[in-house]
C-alpha cells in the first residue's frame, strides 16, 4: 500500500520522536524523492531541514536596545548568508520571534548599500517576489508563518558569494514581576542552510540588565547597562540567551506620540490582577522521547511542592508506553507519588498533547480552583485535531488556567491551536530547565500577581500624572498597530487591517515586506519603499547613545574653546 507523504511523515515522529528530515536521508534516496515528501500543502511549513550544500550563514549579529520602564524593546537581526557553490541558491528560513512581536523593519545590501524593503499585501508582495525571482535578481521576500513566526526568503545567494539581511523586530518584554520584565531572543525553527558562525548578541538598556548564561558579559559604563557575548545556534534554540530587564515599580504609565506633530498619542497602562492559589493541580507531562533529558529534574522539581498538595498526572499518549497513567488514563496522588510515577515512565517515540489536555480538562472540572501545569517539548506535527479541545474553553471560558513550559525552543503545533483559546499562559524560560520549574512552582505556591500591558489611544493632555509617566519611542505606537490589526482581522475587517499595517510598516497575517533591485520593479508591482527618516534603527527605545554622542561633542568643543582662550592668555602675557 502506497502511504501519502504526510502519514509517513506522522509514523517516523510517533517512532522517533523528531521530525524525519532532522537527520541524513537513508542511502538510496535521491534527492528528488526526499524533497517531494517535505513537499507539504501549507506553503509556510514546507522547509525541508535537509541543509542545500555549501549554503549557509556566514555572519550573525543580534544587536537590541531595551527599555525596561515602557517593557519593550527593538533588536535587529542581521544575517549574512554564503554560497561556495557555482550556482545561485535560495536561502529560506522559518523563525520563531519573541512573544507577540511584531517585524517592522526589513533591508538588503544590493552593490554595498543596504536597501529598505516596501510593505504591502501578502499577496502582492509574494508575486513580486516570485517574478524578480523568476528573472534571477535580487529579491528578499518576509511574511508571517502563524504565532510568532515569519518565514524569510532571499533570493539568489549568488555563486562562490554573499547576501546580507537585516530584519527589525518590535517586541514587548514578558512581565515577569513588578519590577522586572524578560527579553526572549528569537532563533531559527526550520532552515535549508547550516549555521557555520556564532550569533553576536548586544542587547543594552538604560536599566539593569541580567543574564543567566556564563559566556555572556555583563557591563555598567556610565549609567548603560549592557550584555553582550557570542552563543551558539544549538544554545540559541535552547533558550540560552533570555535577558532580565529591570523596572522602576513606580512607573505605570508609557506614552509615544502617534506622530511627532499631534497631541494624538498611544499610552500603555500596566494593570495587576491576582490569580488564586490552586488549590489542585493537575500535571500533562509530555512522553516524548526528547523528554527523557529532563526527566529527572522533572521529578525532583515536582517533589518540592508541598507533601499535602493535591495533584493529578496524565501522560501523553501514543507511543505505545505507560498505558496506566497515559490519556485517556490518569493518577491521582501527592507530589510525591506524581514524581514517582514520572521516574517509572518510558519517555520515548513521538506523542500528541491534544487527548492528555482533553483529558487533564475534564478532571479540573471535578476539583476546584484546579490549574493544568502542561511540560513539553516541541512538537512540530499536528497529529490530530484539536477541534474539541478548543470546544471545551470555548463552551467555558471560566476554564482553569492551563500553564505551557517547553523544554526547549521549538515550533508547537497545539500551541499555536489554542493561541486565542482558554487562558493558556506561556511561562519564558530563563535558566536551567529545572530551577525554572522550581521557581515556578515556588510561585504556584501562593497568590500570584500578573501584569499585562494595555495599550489604548488618547491625547497627551489626558496623562494622569506626568511624574510617573514615561515617554517612550514610536515602538509603542507598532505594538498598539500590531494588536489593532489583530482586532481588526478578528471582526473580518481585513481591508481596514491592511491599510492600518502598511501604514505603520508592519509584517501581519495580510502583509508582508519586500526588497527588491530597482525602482522600475517596485512601480511594476505598485510598491514603494519605506523612507528611511521613518524605520526604526537602533537603540530607538532609549536614544541614549545619541544625547551620549552629543554630549561628548559639546563637551570636546568646549574643551577646545578654553583651551584656545587659555593658549590666546599666555600668547597676551608674553607679547
Not at 115 to 136: H, I, L, M, P
Not at 137 to 156: H, K, M, S, W
Not at 467 to 489: F, I, M, Q, Y
Request: charged letters at 25%; hydrophobic letters at 40%.
Amino acid at each position: 500500500k502506497t502511504l501519502r507523504p504526510e502519514k509517513v511523515r506522522e509514523i517516523y515522529y510517533r517512532l522517533h520522536g523528531k521530525q524525519y528530515n532532522s537527520v541524513p536521508a537513508p542511502r538510496g534516496v535521491k534527492n528528488g524523492e526526499r524533497e517531494a515528501l517535505a513537499d507539504l500543502s501549507d506553503e509556510s511549513e514546507a522547509i525541508d531541514n535537509r541543509l542545500n550544500q555549501g549554503l549557509s550563514v556566514s555572519g550573525s549579529q543580534i544587536d537590541a536596545s531595551v527599555d525596561g520602564d515602557a517593557a519593550l524593546a527593538y533588536l535587529e537581526w542581521t544575517l549574512t548568508f554564503k554560497n561556495e557553490k557555482g550556482w545561485q541558491q535560495e536561502a529560506v528560513s522559518q523563525i520563531q520571534l519573541p512573544p507577540n512581536s511584531v517585524v517592522s523593519r526589513l533591508t538588503l545590501w544590493i552593490n554595498g548599500e543596504e536597501r529598505e524593503a516596501a510593505f504591502a499585501g501578502r499577496e502582492r508582495v509574494a508575486q513580486a517576489y516570485e517574478s524578480v525571482v523568476n528573472k534571477r535578481r535580487d529579491p528578499v521576500l518576509l511574511t508571517t508563518a502563524g504565532r510568532d513566526q515569519i518565514t524569510v526568503r532571499a533570493f539568489p545567494v549568488p555563486p562562490n558569494g554573499e547576501m546580507k539581511v537585516r530584519i527589525g523586530v518590535t517586541t514587548p518584554l514578558y512581565l515577569e514581576h513588578e519590577n522586572s520584565s524578560l527579553l526572549v531572543l528569537p532563533h531559527f525553527n526550520q532552515r535549508n542552510f547550516a549555521v557555520s558562525t556564532e550569533h553576536a548578541v548586544w542587547i543594552e538598556s538604560k536599566k539593569p540588565l541580567e543574564i543567566a548564561n556564563p559566556a555572556f558579559t555583563s557591563e555598567n559604563k556610565e549609567n548603560l547597562f549592557a550584555v553582550r557575548g557570542k552563543i551558539s545556534n544549538v544554545n540559541l534554540a535552547k533558550t540560552g540567551a533570555t535577558v532580565r530587564a529591570s523596572k522602576s515599580t513606580e512607573v505605570k504609565t508609557a506614552w509615544a506620540h502617534v506622530r511627532k506633530d499631534s497631541d494624538e498619542i498611544v499610552r500603555q497602562e500596566i494593570v495587576e490582577s491576582t490569580d488564586a492559589k490552586p488549590a489542585s493541580l493537575v500535571f500533562v507531562i509530555d512522553a516524548n522521547a526528547k523528554m527523557k533529558a529532563f526527566q529527572n529534574e522533572l521529578a525532583a522539581a515536582i517533589k518540592t511542592l508541598p507533601a499535602d498538595a493535591k495533584t493529578a498526572l496524565v501522560l501523553t499518549n501514543g507511543n505505545g508506553f505507560n498505558l496506566e497513567t497515559a490519556a485517556p488514563n490518569s493518577f491521582a496522588g501527592n507530589p510525591n507519588e506524581i514524581a514517582a510515577k514520572i521516574e517509572a515512565a518510558e519517555f520515548d517515540g513521538g506523542t500528541d498533547s491534544i487527548a492528555a489536555l482533553e483529558r487533564a480538562w475534564d478532571l479540573t472540572e471535578t476539583m476546584p480552583n484546579a490549574a493544568i501545569v502542561w511540560v513539553h517539548t516541541p512538537q512540530p506535527l499536528k497529529l490530530g485535531s484539536a477541534d474539541a479541545l478548543k470546544q471545551r474553553f470555548m463552551r467555558r471560558p471560566k476554564s482553569s488556567l492551563v500553564y505551557s513550559l517547553q523544554t526547549t525552543n521549538g515550533a508547537n503545533t497545539v500551541e499555536k491551536e489554542l493561541d486565542g483559546f482558554g487562558k493558556v499562559r506561556t511561562i519564558p524560560r530563563f535558566g536551567k530547565f529545572g530551577d525554572d520549574l522550581k521557581s515556578f512552582f515556588a510561585r504556584l505556591g501562593q497568590n500570584q500577581q500578573t501584569f499585562v500591558a494595555v495599550r489604548t489611544t488618547s491625547r497627551q493632555a489626558d496623562l494622569p500624572n506626568l511624574a510617573n509617566a514615561k515617554e517612550t519611542s514610536g515602538h509603542l505606537v507598532r505594538l498598539w498597530a500590531n494588536e489593532e490589526v489583530s482586532r481588526l482581522l478578528e471582526n473580518n475587517e481585513d481591508k481596514n487591517a491592511l491599510d492600518l499595517a502598511v501604514k505603520y510598516q508592519l509584517v501581519t497575517p495580510v502583509s508582508g515586506a519586500v526588497v527588491l533591485e530597482t525602482a522600475a520593479q517596485y512601480e511594476q508591482f505598485g510598491l514603494k519603499p519605506v523612507e528611511a527618516g521613518t524605520v526604526p534603527t537602533i537603540p530607538e527605545p532609549e536614544e541614549y547613545l545619541l544625547f551620549a554622542v552629543v554630549i561628548m561633542i559639546l563637551v570636546w568643543f568646549g574643551w577646545q574653546y578654553r583651551k584656545k582662550i587659555q593658549t590666546n592668555r599666555i600668547a597676551n602675557e608674553y607679547r
